[in-house]
């Protein structure tokens, strides 16, 4: 993958640079290693699925768990990847196989893992769009009623145009290869959404009966804490900071040798879950005010911002202005993100195929349509298919978020742990400073993680399969 890299010439491919006898050309600042990082990781992960997983799994001790797992688990897992790509300048299978060959079966795994994401992840990217037009449209008072989201997208079509379109955009960007205009906008835009979502979210807890619901956001009830919780937040860490799937090995692969690798990494976390927390905070204080401080509206799950959202927006004063910016914001973010997805999976098939790129990328677009239709039909006429008692495209949420990223998070901890050693990446780390968390990082990677995602694993398959 390549996105955001090589500053003189952005149509070179991976494997162009591997032939290189120089690592490749990376990016230009420690900045900018941030932002492009920081903009796979800053999508709807953040501010689709944190607030419904938060809402549904207890509030405040789904935060505090979360918060946890982020500075001790996310922190460690993340410096090991992009110590990986940085040390080896390759991504992920090669990665792998260039510190030990029999090990590149770890990069297999976790290259299929964005497979799976992307076609679901597309259909959530064109809800944004569907919600995106109505605003734009003048139809917002609309969207604000009782059932019409549910009514969007359990119809056949509509739905189906609209995952069509997001997969379209995508597709137009990665071909096009203009990630380098990417970053820049992303550059203004993150900024932006941060503080839009830090409005939105003072705006919702001025609505009457909210300061209950933010209560129940922030205040942990370890009466709630239960094996489900930890399971739930794993999977949203993972799914959040774009772990465990390859993404932030080929990141690292072009991050510089001399920039602060612990530093950058504690960057992302923060920026990743500070936009995680306002979205949690713009939406669940409001879904509390709205039923009237009925819990079961917290468990609404996957539709919780395009149910909740709207009614916010139609009581604010220009709050039709204010979700027009917001969903256009969203869905920069989300196709950042899906953006990264896509450039993994075309450049996984063009390292293996000698077929040019915009043929892999065509195939890639057409397949990922059609493997995203079931996804958006579970929800309306193929609602009685259920996979392991979960709708499609939970299913396919479940399966890579809470069974293959935690397998390839624990494979990479055991490799590290006893085949390249520790060591390995806390040289790489220190090239430049000090890793100040190195201890932290020695007990993390080499016990606590590993032992936690047995524990993990075992009960996310008997808890919930
Ligand atoms: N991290 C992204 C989000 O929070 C999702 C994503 C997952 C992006 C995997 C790239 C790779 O939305």
Do not use: H
Request: hydrophobic share 50%; glycine share 8%; net charge neutral.
């Amino acid at each position: 993958m390549k996105l955001y890299a090589c500053p003189k010439d952005e149509n070179n491919s991976e494997r162009e640079y591997e032939n290189m006898d120089d690592k490749k050309t990376g990016f230009t600042s420690k900045l900018g290693f941030v932002f492009a990082a920081a903009g796979s990781a800053v999508g709807l992960g953040n501010i689709w699925r944190f607030p419904y997983l938060a809402a549904k799994y207890g509030g405040g001790i789904f935060l505090l768990v979360y918060i946890v797992l982020a500075v001790t688990f996310g922190f460690s897992l993340m410096v090991t990847e992009i110590a990986i790509g940085r040390k080896t300048g390759k991504s992920a299978v090669k990665a792998f196989a260039s510190l030990d060959r029999r090990f590149s079966f770890i990069g297999y795994i976790a290259s299929a893992v964005p497979i799976i994401i992307f076609p679901y992840y597309c259909v959530i990217g064109g809800w944004v769009i569907k919600y995106l037009t109505i605003y734009f449209t003048g139809q917002g008072a609309e969207a604000a009623a009782d059932g019409y989201f549910d009514g969007f997208i359990s119809s056949p079509v509509s739905p189906i145009v609209f995952t069509c379109i997001f997969i379209f955009l995508t597709a137009v960007v990665v071909l096009m290869g203009v990630q380098k205009g990417i970053e820049k906008v992303s550059t203004v835009m993150m900024p932006v959404l941060v503080l839009l979502s830090i409005g939105i979210a003072v705006y919702s807890l001025t609505i009457d009966g909210a300061w209950e619901g933010f209560i129940y956001y922030i205040k942990p009830n370890f009466s709630d804490f239960s094996i489900k919780t930890v399971v739930a937040a794993m999977g949203q860490l993972f799914y959040s900071m774009s772990l465990a799937m390859g993404i932030m090995i080929t990141y690292g692969s072009y991050m510089r040798r001399e920039d602060n690798l612990e530093g950058s990494v504690r960057q992302i976390e923060i920026f990743d879950t500070a936009v995680a927390f306002f979205s949690g905070m713009m939406i669940i204080p409001a879904v509390y005010a709205f039923s009237g401080g009925d819990k079961d509206a917290l468990n609404q799950g996957a539709g919780l911002m395009f149910v909740t959202l709207p009614k916010v927006f139609d009581t604010m004063y220009g709050g039709k202005l204010v979700a027009a910016v917001f969903f256009v914001l969203v869905l920069l973010a989300a196709l950042t993100s899906s953006i990264s997805l896509m450039e993994t999976i075309v450049s996984i098939f063009s390292d293996k195929l000698k077929v040019k790129r915009w043929v892999i990328c065509v195939c890639v677009m057409l397949i990922s349509a059609e493997v995203a239709v079931p996804s958006s039909l579970g929800y309306g006429i193929w609602s009685d298919v259920k996979l392991l008692g979960r709708s499609i495209l939970d299913f396919f949420d479940f399966i890579s978020n809470n069974i293959m990223m935690p397998i390839t998070a624990l494979l990479t901890c055991i490799f590290v742990a006893f085949v390249i050693k520790p060591k390995t990446i806390e040289d790489e780390v220190e090239r430049t400073e000090n890793f100040r968390s190195k201890k932290l990082y020695r007990i993390m990677i080499s016990f606590v993680c590993p032992v936690f995602l047995v524990v993990i694993l075992i009960s996310s398959v008997i808890g919930y399969v």
